[in-house]
């Protein structure tokens, strides 16, 4: 039996976190779920975004499947997502970015994985004001934190299978952050001599994604050009409402989709699962659970080649529909 924090977030969360609850559970996996309540929901409720029961739990369970949570825009309560990676140093967010069957884009044969710095960079939210009318951000970089993260990606790279990292980077202007992440990639690169390694400047990189994403394996870079790409490459494969994600340390991991809580179609039934359930199969595959996330990724496959999709992918499914036909998927006799 396993123990997983559930964290439900705002808007379309709760339906599609559902959603992949269930999914999880027809598997057979015995999970036995927490949850626990985040985000502008906890927000109203007990005027704390982040309750501390929050990270208590998942550092208790170990691992937590989370649903999207809001963030104001300009003002507000900071990010929750960013202040779980800190509290707890979830220093590494993964998000596969792959084609899959049934979803139509312009490209093919899109299989590349991104790795993002969770922890620094601008997103450490280290800014003030500067006299009037002008305000100051600061880019925080430290070897510690660029080498675990590139060691992660090639880690990675070694346990799949993977052919090539290429690191991303600004370093021909921001010579002293991003220099110092090129550097400790190349360092890093030089110990795993199997694995083929490149680096890239960001504009180039984003330029070299549209053009021949084919080209591209796994892709580690910092914060904010993580955060930049991720949506650039889903945008490769059919969306974010299939970009799954996941946000790992050396204790604990939070699993999540890349898109937001898309207030604006919470409770009309049409929010596409399949980000949140390929998240729950990350989630399983780190459990060590590998047979029932091969099972939860060719149900997927499945339904969405066998043109289940919302309306996000072009078709008329409700959430609940998808919901179904992936169960039964999973439940399909085996093949004689």
């Known amino acids: 039996m396993y123990r997983v924090t559930l964290i439900q977030g705002d808007g379309i969360g709760p339906e599609?976190?559902?959603a992949a609850r269930s999914i999880l559970?027809?598997?057979?996996?015995?999970?036995?779920?927490?949850?626990?309540?985040?985000?502008?929901?906890a927000w109203q409720e007990c005027g704390d975004p982040l309750p501390g029961a929050v990270l208590d739990s998942i550092r208790?369970?170990?691992?937590?499947?989370?649903?999207?949570?809001?963030?104001?825009?300009?003002?507000?309560f900071r990010s929750v997502n960013v202040a779980i990676r800190q509290a707890l140093d979830l220093y590494a967010c993964i998000r596969p970015i792959r084609q899959l069957a049934g979803v139509c884009t312009r490209y093919e044969k899109v299989d590349l994985v991104i790795f993002r710095e969770n922890t620094e960079d601008l997103y450490a939210g280290v800014e003030h004001l500067v006299g009037d009318g002008a305000a100051e951000a600061i880019k925080i970089t430290t070897e510690k934190a660029c080498r675990?993260?590139?060691?992660?990606?090639?880690?990675?790279?070694?346990?799949?299978g993977r052919r090539k990292v290429t690191a991303v980077h600004?370093?021909?202007i921001l010579k002293l952050t991003d220099g110092m992440f090129l550097r400790v990639a190349?360092?890093?690169?030089?110990?795993?001599?199997?694995i083929e390694f490149e680096?890239?400047?960001?504009?180039?990189?984003?330029?070299?994604?549209?053009?021949?994403?084919?080209?591209?394996?796994?892709?580690?870079?910092?914060?904010?050009?993580?955060?930049?790409?991720s949506d650039l490459g889903a945008g490769l494969v059919g969306g974010l409402g299939v970009v799954p994600g996941a946000n790992i340390g050396d204790e604990t991991a939070v699993f999540e989709p890349a898109h937001g809580s898309a207030p604006q179609i919470a409770g009309k039934g049409t929010a596409n699962p399949v980000a949140m359930v390929l998240s729950g199969a990350m989630l399983l595959d780190y459990l060590g659970e590998k047979e029932a996330a091969r099972m939860v990724l060719e149900a997927v496959e499945a339904v969405l080649g066998g043109g289940v999709l919302t309306p996000d992918l072009g078709g008329e499914a409700?959430?609940?529909e998808m919901t179904e036909a992936i169960i039964r998927g999973i439940n399909r006799p085996p093949l004689k």
């Open 60 to 76: 208790e369970t170990g691992v937590a499947l989370k649903g999207p949570t809001t963030t104001p825009v300009g003002s507000g």
């Open 199 to 229: 680096d890239l400047i960001v504009d180039n990189a984003c330029m070299q994604l549209v053009q021949r994403p084919q080209e591209y394996d796994i892709l580690v870079m910092n914060n904010l050009y993580g955060d930049i790409i």
């Open 25 to 41: 559970d027809a598997t057979g996996v015995d999970l036995k779920w927490e949850v626990v309540s985040a985000g502008e929901t």
């Open 318 to 320: 409700t959430t609940r």
């Open 148 to 160: 675990r993260i590139v060691r992660s990606a090639f880690e990675y790279a070694v346990r799949y």
């Open 186 to 194: 190349r360092a890093v690169a030089a110990g795993y001599p199997e």
């Open 16 to 18: 599609v976190t559902e």
């Open 170 to 172: 600004k370093a021909n």
